[in-house]
Nanobody, 122 residues
Framework: QVHLVESGGGLVQTGGSLRLSCAAS????????MGWIRQAPGKEREFVAA????????FYAGSVEGRSTVSRDNVHNTVYLQMNSLRPEDTAVYYC???????????????WGQGTQVTVSS
């Protein structure tokens, strides 16, 4: 089992930045891909970014590429999502999730945190 706890969401103006954190515990994380997935009201879950824990390779959705960076801290078992140049359409609940392989499909992530709200005002 993997336990995930997000933090760092909040209200920010258009063009601002936020850094989300995901503290992970439980099973050894070296075999997992850690992802960020968001869901806006009335919309489907949307993949944002992910990082392969063992090796550190990362990949992004086109909507955030160039504005966001996903990283990990091996010592503290924490994954981060740095988001810059935020837009109102980035408003959503952001979830940290863990998958057994690199994937952009939310349904392939079996472990989820409780989510953190990000609101971008125009």
């Amino acid at each position: 089992q993997v336990h995930l706890v997000e933090s760092g969401g909040g209200l920010v103006q258009t063009g601002g930045s936020l850094r989300l954190s995901c503290a992970a515990s439980g099973r050894t994380l070296s075999n997992f891909t850690m992802g960020w997935i968001r869901q806006a009201p009335g919309k489907e879950r949307e993949f944002v970014a992910a990082i392969v824990w063992n090796g550190g390779g990362s990949f992004y959705a086109g909507s955030v590429e160039g504005r966001s960076t996903v990283s990990r801290d091996n010592v503290h078992n924490t994954v981060y999502l740095q988001m810059n140049s935020l837009r109102p359409e980035d408003t959503a609940v952001y979830y940290c999730a863990a998958a057994h392989w690199p994937t952009t499909l939310p349904e392939e992530y079996p472990y989820w945190g409780q989510g953190t709200q990000v609101t971008v005002s125009s």
